[in-house]
């Protein structure tokens, strides 16, 4: 994975991954490890939105809002 990558960069090569990984047309050797890229995507794509989620919080707390909190969708 390229250091330099956009998040949407990662979105776009993790939904190609998980594309090919529900296409079932892939020997399991190459499944596992296009799955094991696909977590590197994933936690990549994590920790770009923890890290936008806290310094949105930062701005919004600086400019006075104190009881501005994200909350992360729990919906199944």
């Keep these: 994975m390229k250091e330099n990558m ?3 960069q990662a979105i776009n090569e993790l939904e190609k991954i998980v594309g090919r990984l529900e296409s079932g047309d892939i020997p399991l050797e190459e499944a596992l490890s296009i799955y094991q ?3 590197e995507y994933s936690k990549f794509c ?4 923890k890290n936008a989620e ?4 930062k701005v919004l707390t600086d400019h006075g809002e104190e009881d501005f909190h994200l909350q992360e969708e729990e919906q199944e």
């Design 6 to 8: 956009t998040f949407e």
């Design 37 to 39: 890229k696909g977590m």
């Design 46 to 49: 994590h920790d770009r939105l």
């Design 54 to 57: 806290e310094q949105l919080t």
